[in-house]
T-cell receptor, first 111, second 112 residues
């Protein structure tokens, strides 16, 4: 059974810092991995999608990497801003096309 | 439509009542998902449609929950004899089969 774990559960950093969020999964048979952002009381916003054949994707200050063989992904946020404060969720699409989510990392960027 | 639309955005119902939650996916997306999210948790899988058929309903918690997608577009999640433990945010997402999943804003269900 696929399980997704996100570490840390919460993170507080001063504005301007570069930071790394971690996601691990137990079964490497995945179609893709997706990072989402969720603001309080809102739905999920897709940030980056990495297909299983890819190693990384970049969008602006965000960079996500995927190491399928070791079951790991990282989301790198450069030059963090208070507006980056949110919960970040990773999800893998397993072999039956289900998205399996981690519990998220709650990020606070202090001005 | 431009994005995934869920209605209603909020629903308060009395214990024991029947509710329907609606999801309008992005036009052309063949895959549609329902998830349930409790406070402080990641979304929990309920059911996945590919076209009109439920490809995987293993996440439905019991037989009070049912979902349909009769024409391969709009989907309705139906909950019978609601219980207080059903209170949560119900999220819908759509995608091309292995493409990026896009989520609606969710329906907050409160059972009193």
């Amino acid at each position: 059974k696929q399980e997704v774990t996100q570490i840390p559960a919460a993170l507080s950093v001063p504005e301007g810092e570069n930071l790394v969020l971690n996601c691990s999964f137990t079964d490497s048979a995945i179609y893709n991995l997706q990072w989402f952002r969720q603001d309080p009381g809102k739905g999920l916003t897709s940030l980056l999608l990495i297909q299983s054949s890819q190693r990384e994707q970049t969008s602006g200050r965000l960079n996500a990497s995927l190491d399928k063989s070791s079951g790991r992904s990282t989301l790198y946020i450069a030059a963090s801003q208070p507006g980056d404060s949110a919960t970040y969720l990773c999800a893998v699409m397993d072999s039956s096309y289900k998205l399996i989510f981690g519990s998220g990392t709650r990020l606070l960027v202090r001005p | 439509g431009a994005g995934v639309s869920q209605t209603p955005s909020n629903k308060v119902t009395e214990k024991g009542k029947y509710v329907e939650l609606r999801c309008d996916p992005i036009s052309g997306h063949t895959a549609l998902y329902w998830y349930r999210q409790s406070l402080g948790q990641g979304p929990e899988f309920l059911i996945y449609f590919q076209g009109t058929g439920a490809a995987d309903d293993s996440g439905l918690p019991n037989d009070r929950f049912f979902a349909v997608r009769p024409e391969g577009s709009v989907s309705t999640l139906k909950i019978q004899r609601t219980e207080r433990g059903d209170s949560a945010v119900y999220l819908c997402a759509s995608s091309l089969t292995t493409g990026a999943a896009f989520f609606g804003q969710g329906t907050r269900l409160t059972v009193v």
